[in-house]
Each structure stands twice: as structure tokens, then as C-alpha cells.
């Protein structure tokens, strides 16, 4: 398969994480003859440095007129402690959904057993965990009409949603459920909010169509602590935009590190793939960042495009990497590991998975080993 791939690295740790992806990438294509063609261009902090916007026209089209979007992250602190910038890197990421027209964000979790315990809740409430959060990505408050009154004093927010909008995502959602344990949760605040009454109605409509599916519904405040307390009763979370956010990022906590967790941004025509986490200013250039989120979404790239089975290589390289406890100090804190280490380990796996077998962790350094 030949696929053009538009890499936007972003701010921060970006550019050191989605070099691991693209490690990957180029192991799987050249293992299973496949062609993989990268194009790097700019986007975020680092974009509107060098062209004063967060998304250049020219990182627009390249996007537009490529197979798929790989993004490390975007983010940087002179504009997060900055309420007054009136240019931030954020409105370059929602921009590009909304012109890729990417809805629906789908991001896994799914803790790996011998990580169980870098997870600040207890063994017996996260072991079997498995469940797969839709969020819709182009509508809600994110989208909506914003103002600013002249003295600066009163700001608000529209959320707005429409039957179409709720209506296709809710179709994926259903989907995805069928082929996992068919049950599909939606997050709402439909005692408050009239666009949760109206998400409510769309969805018990579009689940007439998948008979097969038990839907039920959590307001966004009981479902932030059932998450917490029994994240084994979820299959399928379904909701808008501004839920999504953060419920996603919350139940990262159950995985042990916001570092492992992947996701696929999707639309009619065009799909981004990336990690959940932010850009983490604090360790560029450390070599301490954790790519194992990137390097998923690199392998939910695959997936996407039907080469199963190269996808599953990866996920396989990275439950490897964690059993072998090849990982950045976020899950073990006296690594010796670093970014390009796991990213290495990683690609090797995939170019040669038996040749791992001679590996002793506590014999071997950075700098020792052939997989570094």
C-alpha cells in the first residue's frame, strides 16, 4: 500500500515523540512492502512563531491533499498564561478538524497488565478495564459563537448542536459497539442542558437501528465518578465535544500515564491520528517524554487503513516494550530508558521480533544494547 502521510510534529515534545511513530511506520513499510511518504510542515505555537497563525495555508492543503494526518501536539505556555493573546496554537487544531471536517475523536483505553500498579487506583477496580470513548470533535461550545463585551467583563461561549452533527457520530459509536460487547453509554446533562436533551433524542432514534446494542445514559458529573469507581462497566462512552475532553483525559488516570494513550480524529474523507497528551514544554529536548501514545496512534493509522495486521505488530512492540520494562520515568521512575530508546525498541521488535529474546533488562544501559 503506498500512503502520503501530512506529519505535523507541533510544540513542545512533539517533534520527539512522532519521530518514534514515524520509526515505526517506516519498519512496518519496509517489513511489509508497503510505501509510506512523509511531509512535514508546521502547526501551533511553533507556526505562528515563523508565520504569525497556527495554521498556514500551506500546512492546510498539504493536509487536505494527503492520506492521513499524524500530529505530535501543540501547546506552549506564553499563550496558555497569556488571556489577552488573541492568537493561540489551539485555534490552528480546531480550525484543521473543522476544515478536514474530522467529528468523530475515538481514543481506547485499556490498561496493560504489568502496569497495573502505575495506576493511583486500586488493581480490583481497573484490571479488565476496556471501553472506547466517542467524542464528537467539530460542534458544542469549542465551535460556537464566542464574545467579549468592550470592557472585558462578560465573555460567552454558544454551544450549538444539530440533529446531523449528533446523528453520524452516534452511527460510529453504534458500530464500534456491535463488534466490541454491545453496549453504548451516552454522556449527557440532559437535566440541564438543552443540547443534552437533544443528544438524548437523536441517539434513542439512531439506536433503533442497532436492536442488538443496550444503550443507557450517565449526566457528565455521575459519569466523571463512575469512571473513577467501576471503569468496568463501560463498552462504548458516547458525547459531545467539551465532555469528551475531559472524560478522556480522566480516564487516562486509569492507564497509569496520559503517555500510553492514543487517538484517531475521523471524517468522511480525512482522518488525523495522535497522542491525547499535551505538549509538555517542561521535558523538551530531555529525552524523558513517553512516545508509546504516539507510536499507538501510529498503529491506529494502520488499522484505519485496513493493514490489520501491521497494527497489530505494533500494539504487540508496545506491550513488549512495557514488559520488558523498556519505558520513560512517567512509568518507572528509575528508568534507564529514554523517548528514542523506546522508539527504537519499538522498530527493532518489528523488524525482528525474535532477536529481543537474548534481552535481560538488568543487564543492559543505554548505550549497551543493540535496540538503543
Known amino acids: 500500500m503506498n500512503l502520503k502521510i501530512a506529519v505535523l510534529p507541533g510544540d513542545g515534545i512533539g517533534p520527539e515523540v512522532i519521530l518514534q511513530a514515524k520509526k515505526a511506520l517506516y519498519a512496518i513499510a519496509e517489513v511489509y512492502n508497503h510505501e509510506f511518504v512523509f511531509e512535514d510542515a508546521l502547526m501551533g505555537a511553533v507556526a505562528i512563531d515563523k508565520t504569525g497563525t497556527p495554521l498556514p495555508e500551506q500546512t492546510l492543503n498539504?493536509?487536505?491533499?494527503?492520506?492521513?494526518?499524524?500530529?505530535?501536539?501543540?501547546?506552549?505556555?506564553?499563550?496558555?498564561?497569556?488571556?489577552?493573546?488573541?492568537?493561540?496554537?489551539?485555534?490552528?487544531?480546531?480550525?484543521?478538524?473543522?476544515?478536514?471536517?474530522?467529528?468523530?475523536?475515538?481514543?481506547?483505553i485499556k490498561p496493560y497488565k504489568a502496569l497495573i500498579e502505575s495506576s493511583p487506583l486500586k488493581r480490583e477496580i481497573i484490571e479488565g478495564a476496556d471501553f472506547t470513548i466517542f467524542r464528537e470533535l467539530t460542534g458544542g461550545a469549542y465551535f460556537g459563537t464566542k464574545t467579549l463585551n468592550e470592557e472585558g467583563t462578560h465573555a460567552s461561549d454558544l454551544c450549538?448542536?444539530?440533529?446531523?452533527?449528533?446523528?453520524?457520530?452516534?452511527?460510529?459509536?453504534?458500530?464500534?459497539?456491535?463488534?466490541?460487547?454491545?453496549?453504548?453509554?451516552?454522556?449527557?446533562?440532559?437535566?440541564?442542558?438543552?443540547?443534552?436533551?437533544?443528544?438524548?433524542?437523536?441517539?434513542?432514534?439512531?439506536?433503533?437501528?442497532?436492536?442488538?446494542?443496550?444503550?443507557?445514559?450517565?449526566?457528565?458529573?455521575?459519569?466523571?465518578?463512575?469512571?473513577?469507581?467501576?471503569?468496568?462497566?463501560f463498552d462504548v462512552i458516547l458525547?459531545?465535544?467539551?465532555?469528551?475532553?475531559?472524560?478522556?483525559?480522566?480516564?487516562?488516570?486509569?492507564?497509569?500515564?496520559?503517555?500510553?494513550?492514543p487517538s484517531a480524529s475521523l471524517g468522511e474523507k480525512n482522518a488525523l491520528f495522535e497522542p491525547i497528551h499535551g505538549s509538555y514544554p517542561q521535558a523538551k529536548g530531555k529525552n524523558i517524554a513517553n512516545p508509546i501514545a504516539s507510536i499507538l496512534a501510529a498503529g491506529m493509522l494502520l488499522e484505519h487503513f485496513?493493514?490489520?495486521?501491521?497494527?497489530?505488530?505494533?500494539?504487540?512492540?508496545?506491550?513488549?516494550?512495557?514488559?520488558?520494562?523498556?519505558?520513560?520515568?512517567?512509568?518507572?521512575?528509575d528508568s534507564k530508558f529514554g523517548t528514542n530508546e523506546v522508539g527504537e525498541f519499538v522498530s527493532n521488535f518489528i523488524f525482528s521480533k525474535d532477536d529481543l529474546l537474548y534481552f535481560n533488562n538488568d543487564n543492559v544501559s543505554i548505550g549497551q544494547s543493540t535496540i538503543v
Open 160 to 233: 450549538e448542536y444539530t440533529e446531523e452533527e449528533i446523528t453520524r457520530i452516534a452511527h460510529l459509536a453504534f458500530k464500534s459497539a456491535q463488534n466490541r460487547r454491545k453496549k453504548l453509554t451516552l454522556v449527557d446533562k440532559a437535566n440541564v442542558l438543552e443540547t443534552s436533551r437533544l443528544w438524548r433524542k437523536v441517539v434513542q432514534k439512531v439506536s433503533e437501528n442497532y436492536p442488538d446494542v443496550v444503550l443507557d445514559f450517565l449526566f457528565v458529573d455521575n459519569a466523571a465518578m463512575q469512571l473513577i469507581l467501576n471503569p468496568k462497566q
Open 306 to 333: 485496513g493493514l490489520t495486521k501491521e497494527a497489530n505488530v505494533v500494539f504487540a512492540a508496545v506491550k513488549k516494550a512495557i514488559e520488558y520494562k523498556v519505558v520513560t520515568i512517567d512509568l518507572k521512575p
Open 239 to 261: 458525547t459531545e465535544n467539551l465532555f469528551g475532553d475531559i472524560l478522556s483525559d480522566e480516564a487516562s488516570v486509569i492507564t497509569g500515564s496520559i503517555g500510553l494513550l
Open 62 to 108: 498539504l493536509c487536505l491533499n494527503t492520506d492521513a494526518v499524524l500530529l505530535g501536539a501543540i501547546g506552549d505556555p506564553k499563550y496558555d498564561n497569556n488571556p489577552n493573546a488573541k492568537v493561540r496554537p489551539e485555534q490552528g487544531l480546531l480550525k484543521l478538524r473543522k476544515e478536514l471536517g474530522l467529528f468523530a475523536n475515538i481514543r481506547p
